[in-house]
């Protein structure tokens, strides 16, 4: 299943900071954990976690600092700041009051497929 | 890495094309090399071959345009380039970045010191006239000389012919007050301009596109030299009043000091920042010349019929013809600066016709201008003068006529906009030539007159 594209984007930033409080990680390190945790679900377009990680950079929800690959090639890993890990709070707090609404309107209304199993 | 030089050869490749994006910075393309290079490797663990990881990962990576995009929100900044004074961690190992900006400020300096040592020793007006050209210009031409590396034999043919110029203007007997002296004066920096050009190819100006960038340095030089000239004028204009009303006189400080070591190093100063931005900002030039060029048609086809109906050719003042000649030298920079900054694949569009328009009114006025002079020499008898810019009518003529024709057979598409750039490139020596022989020739003719 394909999550719709403003779906992933609101998700993003509460995801990255979120795969970040498991650890330092780098940019394609990210993105893998976000197809193992969606399943493959979420697609992104690889080149736009780059200026997001900036963006959240600049806001000070993360740090960033220069190592080298395996390969030994350069390599900037991203972790995150005590602002991220509040930052990531609220946005828990918030992601729960929405999902909580979505599962009592659904809860109350019957599943689409399943109003249709009902007619038939 | 043998088996996977042709892997190499595409990132690099790819490298190149998203450093062109000006709001993706050298770091970020490093990180986003790496992220390429894991996607790269995790592909060719389940099996593709390095061509086709190549293209999945270019592909995952996504549309570059929009990725650029998004950088460019995060990085407004960028889209506004920092002029760099001391470049970091330059690639070309052994010159301390710092290097370029002493050598810089030591040229400036040594261009002050020339001038002033030309005022205090040089007493005659007339011959201080003639050297101030050849007192600045081995320090411009000296920073291209260190910029471009440049070999022996270009340097030998930098200083030979500066010597004979001179020594031309410094040997010849010129009267005081006569007219070949300031005529070779004014030409003499015809030619010390052009082998500005020469020390700027490094050497090779033979080539079209050196000639071009020339060209194109010229134009953005004037601009950053009447930048600086505007700057230095406000500060000088603050000092001067604060000064004047704790009652101290400044103009003598201003004279004697200020402005013989603030105006040759703001020449050089200037060159060397048209040379540290030129990937900076973009060239003001060419978009000054979008605007100029259809003012400057109106101008010209206001002043063609007043000319035309202004009485007798012979009796149009000379003083016209001079102004004229510095409206005709305007109008072949517009063109010279848009077709240097013209994409040459572009197909013909309204401003090539505008162009077209331009060179045709120039055209007009400098056959009126040619008649009238004639008239003049036939009537009042030829004087160096006279003859000096008839000269450069003609030369600006033959200049406009092939231009014009080039243009046309642009605009019909039977030409490549390629032959209007080499016409005009390849023309520019003619100036050097006709300016050498009004400084080598035109004296002994006329008798140091």
Redesign the interface.
Known sequence: MRIDKDLVAASATPLVLGILTEGEL????I??RVGELSGGGMQW???????LL??LE?LGYVSSSWGT?D?G????HYAITPAGREALAERQEQWTVVADALRQVWQSAPRFPDAIQGLA | MEPHAGLEAQIERWRGYVQRHQAISAADVDELEDHLRGQISDRQATGLDDEEAFLVAIKRLGNLDAVSHEFAREHSDRLWKQLVLVPEGSDDAGAPPWRELAVVLALAVGAGVAVKAGLAWINDGDALVRNAGLLVFPFLAGYFAFKRRVSVPVAVGLIVPFAVLAATLNLYPFMAGGSTGMLAALHALVVLWLLVGVAYAGGRWRSDRRRMDFVRFTGELAIYFTLLALGGAVLIALTAATLRTIGIDFEPVLEEWILPFAVPGALVVAAWLVEAKQQVVENIAPVLTRVFTPLTIAMLLVLLPVLATAGGLAGIDRNLLILMDAILILVLCLLLYSISARDALAPPGLFDALQLVLVAAALAVDALMLTAMLTRIAEFGSSPNKIAALGLNVVLLVHLLGAAWLAIGFLRGRRPFTAVERWQTRYLPVYGVWAAAVVLLFPPLFGFA
């Open positions: 780098y940019g394609y390190a993105l893998k377009t690889d080149g736009m976690l780059y200026p900036h963006r600049r690959s390969a090639r350069k390599r900037k």
